[in-house]
């Protein structure tokens, strides 16, 4: 079973920014945290991960609380086409199997 | 950017054929891996590959799968004796390894539909 709680469904106004939270009480600490996502009919998309600190690319940003027992996603404007299952994953490394929860399905809303 | 590419994006075949599904991971990775998603369930693990052999395979992978990379680019998903519950999207993905905290990186998946 996946070791992360994620809110099953989320809104969020386009333009602003969405705030997805992740529950990983139980990660080690060499377990990163990985962020997918899965817009519908394609395939499960990368977004971003990290281990301690915050992080950010040009798609989302990561926050990691001190303790590494949750996180968030952060997409900063987000648009309709973000509109998708987001799916948060613990893994001792990206090589690893990966085992997807049901995630977070994420509505912009016009 | 490089992608992973999957054919035939939907293959519908008679119940006990054959079906072979192809992938083309991104050409510098090393660690290959084939997903199911039933219609409206989660993303499953199938099988891992690397350097020529499986890895590591889930309860679902059971004889009727196998794996195989035919030449430096392909990488195939073949089911012997399709059941009507091998219908799914099946999403091949590849990851590189020389950093290991490297992500995986999907493709758009076939549909495979058994009548």
């Known amino acids: 079973d996946a070791k992360t709680t994620q809110p099953p469904s989320m809104d969020c106004a386009e333009g602003r920014a969405a705030n997805l939270p992740c529950n990983h009480s139980?990660?080690?600490?060499?377990?990163?945290v990985y962020w997918y996502r899965q817009i519908h009919s394609q395939g499960p998309q990368y977004i971003i991960h990290?281990?301690?600190n915050n992080e950010t690319n040009e798609m989302a940003s990561l926050i990691i609380t001190e303790d590494r027992k949750s996180s968030t996603l952060i997409l900063p404007h987000a648009t309709l086409r973000d509109t998708a299952v987001y799916y948060c994953?613990?893994?001792?490394?990206?090589?690893?199997?990966?085992?997807f929860g049901k995630g977070t399905r994420l509505h912009i809303l016009p | 950017e490089p992608e992973v590419t999957q054919t035939p994006s939907h293959q519908v075949t008679q119940m006990g054929q054959e079906v072979i599904l192809r992938c083309v991971p991104i050409?510098?990775?090393?660690?290959f891996y084939w997903y199911r998603q039933i219609l409206g369930q989660k993303v499953e693990f199938l099988v891992s590959?690397?350097?020529?052999?499986?890895?590591?395979k889930s309860e679902i992978f059971d004889d009727q799968f196998s794996v195989e990379r035919p030449d430096g680019s392909n990488f195939t998903l073949k089911i012997r004796s399709t059941k009507l519950e091998d219908s799914a999207m099946y999403f091949c993905?590849?990851?590189?390894?020389?950093?290991?905290?490297?992500?995986?990186?999907f493709g758009d998946g076939t549909r495979l539909s058994i009548l």
């Open positions: 994953i613990v893994s001792l490394s990206g090589d690893d199997k990966i085992i």
């Open positions: 050409s510098n990775h090393l660690y």
């Open positions: 590959f690397y350097n020529n052999e499986i890895s590591e």
């Open positions: 993905a590849s990851s590189q390894l020389t950093v290991s905290n490297q992500p995986q990186h």
């Open positions: 139980t990660i080690s600490g060499n377990e990163y």
């Open positions: 990290g281990l301690k």
